[in-house]
C-alpha cells in the first residue's frame, strides 16, 4: 500500500522524474562510449537537462486548487469559465499580461488589442496550463514569470483600492507613430 501523500508528490514531481530519467539515459550512452555512442548520449542527456529545467519552473508555476472556475488553453486561446465571470482571449492578439492583488486574490490580467481584459485566479482548475501559453508570447522571460509568482503580496490594506498590487509581466511592444510617414 502507498501513501497518499507520496502518490501526489509523484504526480506532481512526475515530469521531473522523467526528465531525470532521460539524463540517465544519456550519460548511461556517454559511459559506454564510442564515436556514435558519445554523441548520441550528449544530445540526449543535453535534452534532457533541458526538459528538467522547463519542468522544474513548470512545477513551480503551479499552485494548489482553492479558486472556483476552470480555465482552458485550446488552440491559440485562452478561457475562463467561472461561476459569476470569465470569457475568451486570443493568445497571439494579447499585448499584456499582469498579476493582480485584488481583494485578496492573486489573478492574471490578460489584456488584447481591442481592450478586452480577462481576470483569472492563479490557483483556479487548470491554470498551471498557462505556463506554457505564456511561454509562447514573444520575448517572454519565464524565470521572471515564476518569480512574480514567488514574490508574496504584502499583507497592506485593500478597503480602498480595488487593485493593492499590480505587477506587469510581459508587454507586447506598440507600433507608436513614426515621424515622416
Do not use: C, H
Not at 41 to 54: C, D, E, P, Q, S
Not at 74 to 84: F, R, S, V
Request: proline share 6%; net charge positive; no cysteine.
Amino acid at each position: 500500500m502507498i501513501r497518499p501523500e507520496f502518490l501526489a508528490m509523484l504526480r506532481r514531481f512526475s515530469e521531473v522524474i522523467w526528465a531525470s530519467a532521460i539524463i540517465g539515459f544519456g550519460l548511461w550512452l556517454i559511459l559506454l562510449g564510442g564515436y556514435l555512442l558519445t554523441p548520441v548520449g550528449t544530445a540526449i542527456g543535453a535534452f534532457g537537462v533541458a526538459w528538467a529545467i522547463l519542468a522544474l519552473r513548470r512545477q513551480r508555476f503551479a499552485q494548489t486548487v482553492e479558486a472556483p472556475g476552470i480555465v482552458e488553453v485550446d488552440e491559440g486561446q485562452i478561457g475562463y469559465l467561472g461561476p459569476q465571470t470569465g470569457g475568451y482571449v486570443s493568445i497571439p492578439e494579447l499585448t499584456e499580461l499582469r498579476l493582480l492583488s485584488l481583494r485578496g486574490r492573486r489573478v492574471w490580467r490578460l489584456k488584447q488589442a481591442d481592450g478586452q481584459a480577462l481576470l483569472i485566479p492563479i490557483d483556479a482548475t487548470g491554470a498551471d496550463k498557462l505556463f506554457d501559453a505564456f511561454a509562447s508570447l514573444p520575448g517572454m522571460n519565464t524565470l521572471a514569470l515564476v518569480a512574480a509568482l514567488d514574490a508574496k503580496p504584502s499583507t497592506g490594506s485593500t478597503t480602498l483600492s480595488l487593485a493593492a498590487e499590480t505587477k506587469t509581466i510581459w508587454y507586447r511592444p506598440g507600433r507608436g507613430v513614426l515621424p515622416g510617414s
